[in-house]
């Protein structure tokens, strides 16, 4: 049997894979995950989990090795994590009353052949007071989340609705990445 290996280092795609009850390790390698100027967005997300994943799969090579990234889009602009608090607070500010794009790539590698696609969910936030987005930011969990915010957490309450794929949203596209790895097995 190959072992699932988790090129991430996020919290939030352990857990949702550990949810799923599939047993994995984590390895990440250090990769480069800046954006070529003018990379459209579905790419973007790609093609940063694909570096994840083939990075990682170099000292993996016979098991099955997940790469993954998650970008916030608003128009045409690509919204990763914040800087700082400043960068979190103009994000949020944009955010406010817009439908936006989630979208996650994953790519995943095995014995050198290499899948991936990406998964688009959309978020629509409530109009959003300056207070509200300065307390959000306050909590300290916009810090580490693309977008600025997290629908798993405090941020749940900046949101009016969704359309698609929930987990997409949260890292991780789990049941289509489920799907994709029962695939490699057979």
């Given at each position: ?11 939030r ?34 093609l ?33 994590k ?12 944009m ?13 995943l ?8 696609f ?48 929930y ?12 799907r994709?790895i ?5």
């Open positions: 049997m190959k072992k699932i290996i988790l090129a991430s280092a996020s919290p795609r352990k857990e949702l894979l550990q949810t799923a009850g599939i047993e994995f390790e984590v390895c990440v390698a250090d990769v480069d995950e800046s954006i070529p100027e003018g990379t459209k967005p579905l790419d973007a997300a790609k940063t989990a694909t570096k994840k994943a083939l990075a990682t799969a170099e000292s993996h090579k016979d098991d099955i090795v997940i790469g993954a990234d998650t970008i916030v889009v608003a128009g045409d602009k690509i919204l990763g914040p800087k700082d608090k400043a960068d979190a607070a103009a994000m949020l500010r955010l406010s009353g817009i439908e936006h794009e989630v979208i996650t790539g994953v790519c590698v095995c014995e050198g052949k290499s899948e991936s990406v998964k688009v969910s959309k978020v629509k936030f409530y109009e959003l007071t300056d207070e509200e987005i300065e307390a959000y930011v306050a909590t300290g969990e916009p810090m580490d989340k693309a977008g600025s915010y997290g629908i798993q957490g405090k941020g749940c309450t900046l949101v009016e609705k969704i359309e698609g794929d987990f997409n949203i949260v890292g991780l596209p789990v049941a289509k990445v489920v994709e029962n695939k490699l097995i057979k």
